[in-house]
């Protein structure tokens, strides 16, 4: 029902900014609510940050809260996440997920639909 694509992803230095987006297809995507997990290696896939269908309710996780902005255009099928003052630690491939609900979940396995990735390498 969804496809989703990833892109924004590349290799920056701590401290600079990065804007991820989702553009995903169908015309159902203003129903769905969206996620952003991110995933390194040897590690369980994160949570991020989480929009409602509407984009009126977010949530983010705590080692982003602050520095990372979950948006989302519903007339242009597409979800965003700016990042802001990046980490080492925030390296990782970052996935876009969508969940067939108003409500996000912080649980990937909530989720229905999910995009390829997109690498981002944070160097010290």
């Known amino acids: 029902q969804v496809q989703l694509v990833e892109s924004g992803g590349g290799l920056v230095q701590a401290g600079v900014s990065l804007r991820l987006s989702c553009a995903a297809s169908g015309r159902t995507f203003s129903t769905y609510a969206m996620g952003w997990f991110r995933q390194a290696p040897g590690k369980e896939r994160e949570f991020v940050a989480a929009i409602s269908s509407s984009g009126g309710n977010i949530y983010y996780a705590d080692s982003v809260k602050g520095r990372f902005t979950i948006s989302r255009d519903n007339a242009k099928n597409t979800v965003y996440l700016q990042m802001n003052s990046l980490k080492p630690e925030d390296t990782a491939v970052y996935y876009c997920?969508?969940?067939?609900?108003?409500?996000?979940?912080?649980?990937?396995?909530?989720?229905?639909?999910w995009g390829q990735g997109t690498q981002v390498t944070v160097s010290s």
């Open positions: 997920a969508a969940r067939r609900s108003y409500w996000y979940s912080s649980y990937p396995r909530e989720y229905d639909y």
